[in-house]
């Protein structure tokens, strides 16, 4: 495996209130490998915006280390240290467009702070809306763009000093949900054909699901589990993964309280999605079962469903279910009877 191209270690973030110091990040350590689409995901709250921050030292971390392609960035003079940022750009949710420049002056904007001659960061500029498709609206001010074209502005804005990682902080939190699918579409793009690593803050599960390959789950400034998006959605450890994977599951949980024994939570893919292996356990074993809650979701371009169900009252039954579930290669997680989702 190559070295990674971010490393945080032991990263803390302090802020001192009038209420008292709030310990915003505790010890957080990550490495994110190069052309990765790394997820960064929390509820409000939570830390991730700090910890983005803290990436690429807009918050300087109070204890720890940043890591950026091999330099410590801690430490490092403000000259040196805006020459490394230049590797790592930003998109925000608000766009942060300069209204008084057209779509291509805003693009031409961090080329002309680098020392870009003009019509050589023009050219450059008319070949980033290319990428995101803009081609026709390279003269139009923001005022007269939509929501889901300014953030494409902002992206070929970030894509100009051609930087080895894209941050993106709640990118699509602003767009409705048509232009939120088409924007992923357009970071992914760019992470597998340009290889640019991504680091995408969301409190959004469908937006890491959509995008990123692998995730990190930041509860109270603290990461929780971290791993291949697909292990975690298959087997989440944290109760914190478990909320945000499976929030109607929660929901389903309250409403049959009185029904939960023996409980499991089935994880299948497209080879076994379609097969009846719940009706030919029923028809097999001669005890029922009762699905408490089931859906399909795409995790990857890869279709997984997942399901909860209640297994037989009687334990020796409910062990035969599950190896039953076992001998069709059915992934399955058993859930405590008793707080393991509180």
């Known amino acids: 495996m190559s070295e990674p ?7 803390s973030k302090k802020f ?3 209420g008292g110091t709030v310990h915003a990040l505790k010890d957080i350590n990550l490495d994110i490998q190069p052309g990765d689409a790394q997820g960064i995901i929390g509820l409000s709250g939570a830390g991730k915006s700090t910890l983005v921050r803290c990436i690429n030292l807009l918050e300087e971390p109070t204890e720890g280390k940043v890591i950026f392609d091999g330099k410590s960035l801690t430490g490092l003079s403000r000259k040196e240290l805006n020459i490394e940022r230049r590797k790592m750009a930003m998109i925000f949710q608000q766009f942060n467009l300069l209204m008084q420049r057209d779509a291509i002056g805003n693009i031409c904007f961090p080329l002309e702070i680098a020392g870009v001659p003009k019509a050589e960061a023009r050219k450059k500029a008319m ?6 498709d803009l081609e026709d609206r390279a003269h139009s001010y923001p005022s007269q763009l939509s929501g889901g074209q300014k953030q494409r502005v902002a992206i070929a804005r970030a894509l100009a000093t051609d930087p080895k990682v894209l941050l ?3 990118a699509t939190s602003a767009l409705d949900p048509k232009t939120t699918r088409a924007i992923l579409e357009l970071l992914k793009k760019i992470n ?4 640019i690593t991504l680091v995408v803050i969301t409190h959004e599960m469908d937006v890491i699901k959509q995008v990123c390959n692998k995730v990190a789950i930041i509860e109270k400034g603290e990461i929780v589990e971290k791993g291949n998006v697909q292990d975690v959605f298959t087997k989440p450890k944290s109760q914190a993964a478990r909320k945000l994977f499976f929030p109607d599951e929660r929901e389903k949980k309250t409403e049959h309280r009185a029904t939960t024994k023996h ?3 089935l994880v299948y893919d497209t080879q076994n999605a379609y097969e009846p292996i719940i009706s030919n356990m029923i028809l097999e074993l001669k005890a029922p079962i009762n699905i ?4 399909m979701d795409v995790v990857n371009d890869i279709q997984k469903g997942q399901m909860v169900i209640c297994l037989a009252d009687d334990a020796q039954m ?3 279910q599950k190896q039953y579930l076992r001998d069709q290669k059915v992934e399955f997680i058993e859930i405590e009877e008793e707080g393991e989702d509180e």
Not at 5 to 11: A, G, N
Not at 127 to 132: N, T
Not at 292 to 295: E, G, K, P, T, V
């Open 292 to 295: 408490l809650y089931a859906n």
């Open 318 to 320: 409910a062990e035969r």
């Open 263 to 265: 409980r499991v939570r």
């Open 168 to 170: 993106c902080d709640e």
């Open 16 to 18: 001192e209130t009038r």
């Open 127 to 132: 070949e980033l809306l290319k990428i995101v």
């Open 5 to 11: 191209i971010i490393t945080l270690k032991d990263v």
């Open 192 to 195: 597998k054909e340009l290889g």
